[in-house]
């Protein structure tokens, strides 16, 4: 199965669910919000996701672009800003082995920043304003700044 739409919210998550199998298109529904929340130490965001079977990926995103125009349940899905795709994960970091640890305690020192990741293009962003100690961090390691503008095609 794939990823067809991110939400932050279980209720819009459930809502897209429905739709899609109203419409004949076999969709569920995951989540690491207690993942976020424990290990990150992070209020969950992107945590919830519709996904569909890969066969009926077009027929799903087609449906969906179309109901994003008259449901804001529907428009309320996380896009990346470079790419649009919905198959973004937040923090940035992967849910494997020691790194989640690790990350936690960056996190928690606000010595890294938590953003937003997408798969697909590897596009990182965040919403959080920048501390002190990131930008310092983003001065010694540049490159790995996910608050400049000049970042973001559009």
């Given amino acids: 199965m794939v990823t067809i739409a ?3 919210e279980q209720s819009k998550a459930k809502h ?3 739709r ?4 004949g298109i076999g969709a569920e529904i995951i989540g690491d919000s207690h993942l976020q929340r424990v290990a990150f130490m992070a209020k969950p965001q992107a945590h919830v996701k519709v996904r569909v079977e890969e ?3 077009g027929k ?3 449906l969906m672009r179309e109901w994003e125009a008259s449901d804001p349940d529907v428009g309320a899905a996380l896009r990346c800003p470079q790419c649009d795709s919905s198959n973004i994960e937040y923090p940035q970091m992967t849910r494997k082995f020691l790194t989640p640890a690790i ?3 960056l996190f928690a020192m606000k010595i890294f920043p938590k953003g937003f990741y997408c798969h697909n293009c590897h596009f990182t962003w965040t919403t959080e304003p920048e501390g002190q100690i990131s930008r310092l961090w983003h001065m010694i390691f540049p ?3 996910p608050y400049r503008e000049d970042d973001v095609k559009g």
């Fill in 16 to 18: 897209l669910r429905n």
């Fill in 55 to 57: 066969d009926d990926f």
């Fill in 60 to 62: 799903a995103h087609q």
């Fill in 143 to 145: 490159g790995t700044n």
């Fill in 103 to 105: 990350a936690s305690v």
């Fill in 6 to 8: 991110t939400f932050n």
């Fill in 20 to 23: 899609l199998q109203q419409a």
